[in-house]
């Protein structure tokens, strides 16, 4: 077991860190601002590959490793969380077209979406059906070489922008559930899809997230992912991935916010004495240090778990999610504390941080959710021994 990074790990890392830091952090608080989303800077995040991290590279991937891909978004996420958390959705996105996609459809979107090009949305929650995705009642009724989409979707980050929606539909019946559910890659400029307002969020303001809704939309039958029926399976295979990403972008948050909160204890007095002299202050510290180096070693095996095909990764991208981003949020606030009330103030970026990361406890399934993902796999049978 070798917990140190190799050599193009460290290389990627760098080249990640070096982009956040030149392209992302100086612009971060602007976008958050104005909510600007952008575009450019995704093109050019395009050029290093990272728009297209763990596509293969028979589409133009990278063709990566999960272990990598968390490593590389935890470092963009210290430049801009928000906009990391959109790279994210689109690499499980784009992934998600060029491993079911046809060929025609593979075709027409792979070469666009791994360098920024073209971007993708991931299209599951509907306005009835949050956690209980599998609810949904978006409907793709087959109509000769169509299918023929009605419905609505609810908090598509990314759309109004992006050029393809990856979107979960019903081809069966309500009472067939998850298994009535198929995955389709739609264009976003169809007639008969129509977006909502752009949210007026908390956070994430450097990408739109907007309903959107299906009428009549009427797309060929090659934009299918997979089989029918299948949708399900594809949409929860994208997630186990989206999930540590996520919480790798609440790790590139928090790790942030350390690196501050330690030069500004080093710099602040009262007392008479620079805040690192407290040690209740340096026991935070510590705290949250450790919290955050095992919620990291904790995405890492879930990575693992995904890159060696392990049949419990679905549990440990649970696990991940759920711990990786409490702490990730909980290090964030801590951080803010310490920066006492300017901390508070949008002159420094910790306020953005927090923020930004605390919409990471509730999407790509609520640590609720990913509890009740675990409980289900630690109730069977020798399952406490298994998971370790
Ligand atoms: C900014 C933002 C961006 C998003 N982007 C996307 C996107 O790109 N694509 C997409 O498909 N979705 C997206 N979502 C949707 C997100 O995944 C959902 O909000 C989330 O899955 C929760 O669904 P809900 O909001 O309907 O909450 P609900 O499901 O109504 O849950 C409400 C509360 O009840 C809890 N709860 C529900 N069921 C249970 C249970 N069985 N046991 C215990 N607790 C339970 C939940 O954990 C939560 O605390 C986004 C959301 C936000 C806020």
Redesign the pocket.
């Known amino acids: 077991m070798d917990f140190s990074l190799n050599e193009n790990q460290l290389a990627f890392q760098d080249a990640a860190r070096n982009f956040a830091s030149g392209e992302m952090a100086p612009f971060a608080a602007l976008w958050d601002e104005k909510k600007i989303f952008p575009k450019d800077v995704l093109k050019k995040a395009g050029e290093l590959g990272f728009m297209g991290m763990y596509c293969s590279e028979d589409v133009g991937g990278l063709d990566l490793s999960r272990l990598d891909t968390t490593i590389i978004l935890e470092e963009l996420a210290k430049g801009c969380t928000s906009t990391a958390a959109f790279i994210s959705?689109h690499n499980m996105a784009s992934w998600m077209i060029s491993s079911w996609g046809s060929q025609v459809t593979k075709q027409r979107w792979c070469s666009d979406l791994v360098v920024g090009e073209a971007l993708a949305?991931?299209?599951?929650?509907e306005p009835g059906a949050?956690?209980?995705a599998a609810a949904l009642r978006t409907t793709a009724k087959i109509d000769g070489d169509h299918y023929i989409l009605n419905g609505s979707?609810?908090?598509?980050?990314g759309a109004g922008e992006t050029d393809v929606l990856v979107v979960m539909a019903r081809t069966g019946s309500q009472e067939d559930g998850a298994r009535g559910i198929s995955a389709f890659a739609v264009p976003a400029n169809l007639v008969g899809v129509n977006y909502g307002k752009n949210e007026d969020?908390m956070g994430?303001n450097s990408q739109p997230?907007r309903a959107i809704n299906f009428d009549n939309a009427r797309i060929p039958v090659d934009c299918l992912l997979g089989e029918e029926g299948e949708g399900f399976k594809i949409a929860m295979k994208g997630l186990d991935g989206g999930r540590i990403n996520i919480a790798s972008c609440s790790m590139g948050a928090a790790q942030a916010c350390i690196n501050l909160a330690q030069v500004y204890m080093q710099e602040r007095q009262q007392f008479g004495k620079p805040l690192a002299a407290f040690q209740a202050l340096q026991f935070k510290l510590a705290d949250m240090v450790t919290e955050l180096v095992a919620a990291r070693q904790m995405i890492r095996l879930a990575a693992n778990k995904i890159d060696t095909n392990d049949p419990d990764r679905t549990t440990y991208c649970a696990m991940a999610k759920r711990f990786a981003t409490d702490v990730g949020f909980n290090v964030c606030n801590d951080a803010l504390q310490l920066h006492g009330g300017y901390g508070y103030i949008k002159e420094y970026p910790i306020e953005r941080f927090v923020r930004d990361a605390r919409?990471h406890q509730?999407?790509?399934?609520?640590n609720?959710?990913m509890r009740?993902i675990t409980a289900r796999r630690i109730l069977e049978p020798g399952a406490t021994d298994a998971i370790r």
């Not at 979707?153 to 980050?157: D, G, L, R």
């Not at 509730?362 to 609520?366: F, P, S």
Request: charged share 20%; with cysteine; aromatic share 12%.
């Open positions: 959705i949305s991931y299209c599951l929650t949050g956690s209980d979707k609810m908090f598509i980050s969020k994430w997230t919409v509730i999407l790509e399934g609520t609720e959710v009740v």
